[in-house]
């Protein structure tokens, strides 16, 4: 009995490929969102700490000069946190689309996975009759030669 070949196992392949492929992109995308958010989070404890030390000063007392460079730290601060939150919104964004590409990829692959399970299906069941008719005509044979020898 020859064994099962299914004809598209190349493009099954290539598509898997491709998937893969997808696969490994996104997870960079995604190492990058997450490393921007940390970041984001370091500038933010920055600006928290900051923010106290200036309170704390605030209460002290202190010059002109120095209430105004907190402030000036601070602004920066936050508009460089403002910045990379811009920036942070377009790394999710081409995350986002590159996770609609590995949806679809894995669509198409489920397609080809679902018609090679369905050609090895049809297949069996070929066999299955091919199995069932070389019965049917051996006994056949085996009946025509014993009722020849009688």
Same mark, same amino acid.
């Given at each position: 009995?020859? =064994?099962?070949?299914?004809?598209? =196992? ?18 960079? @995308?995604?190492? *990058?969102? /997450?490393?921007?958010? /940390? ?13 106290d030390?200036?309170?704390?000063? $605030? ?6 000069? @120095?209430?105004?460079l ?20 377009? *790394? ?10 590995v949806?679809?990829?894995n669509?198409?692959?489920?397609k080809?996975? $679902?018609l ?9 069941? =070929? ?5 069932? /008719? ?11 030669? @014993?009722?020849?020898?009688?």
């Amino acid at each position: 009995m020859k =064994q099962f070949h299914y004809s598209l =196992q190349s493009v099954l392949e290539y598509e898997n490929g491709v998937l893969d492929k997808l696969k490994g992109e996104y997870a960079e @995308r995604m190492k *990058l969102v /997450n490393d921007k958010k /940390n970041f984001i989070a370091q500038l933010q404890k920055k600006s928290s700490d900051l923010l106290d030390e200036f309170d704390a000063v $605030k209460h002290e007392g202190a010059s002109i000069e @120095r209430f105004l460079l907190y402030s000036s730290m601070i602004g920066r601060i936050e508009e460089q946190i403002r910045k990379e939150q811009e920036r942070l919104a377009r *790394l999710e964004d081409f995350a986002a689309k590159k996770k609609e590409e590995v949806v679809a990829a894995n669509i198409d692959v489920s397609k080809f996975e $679902k018609l090679k399970e369905k050609r090895r299906e049809e297949y069996h069941i =070929q066999v299955q009759k091919d199995q069932e /008719n070389f019965i049917d005509e051996f006994v056949s044979y085996q009946s025509k030669t @014993r009722d020849n020898a009688s």
